[in-house]
């Protein structure tokens, strides 16, 4: 069974920044790519950014110059550096993996919030 698990989330103040972590355990042979989403109340969940395992990212346009993602294949971990936070960086980021293991497929974490208010 595989697991994805964020963790890096909090209360920030605006321009601040933060480091978010998901670590993939379970049945795992491979990882292909890697993302991030997030997901604020009362709108549609929305693609952050995404990483293959060559290293080649993707970033939404709201994301590019202050989102950085990056990945540890060895650790099976996928992080995202988030830097001048805004009030609407407030979200539920969540991580996605698409793992070959026992079974194929897209894996969601349960999310992590990240909330930014002075």
């Known amino acids: 069974q595989v697991q994805l698990v964020e963790s890096g989330g909090g209360l920030v103040q605006p321009g601040g920044s933060l480091r978010l972590s998901c670590a993939a355990s379970?049945?795992?042979?491979?990882?292909?790519?890697m993302g991030w989403y997030r997901q604020a109340p009362g709108k549609q969940r929305e693609l952050v950014a995404t990483?293959?395992?060559?290293?080649?990212?993707n970033y939404a346009d709201f994301a590019k110059g202050r989102f950085t993602i990056s990945r540890d294949n060895a650790k099976n971990t996928v992080y995202l550096q988030v830097n001048s936070l805004k009030p609407e960086d407030t979200a539920v980021y969540l991580c996605?993996?698409?793992?070959?293991?026992?079974?194929?497929?897209?894996?969601w974490g349960q999310g992590t919030q990240v909330t930014v208010s002075s």
């Open positions: 996605i993996a698409d793992i070959v293991g026992i079974t194929v497929g897209y894996y």
């Open positions: 990483i293959t395992s060559g290293g080649e990212t």
């Open positions: 379970g049945s795992i042979f491979s990882i292909n790519v």
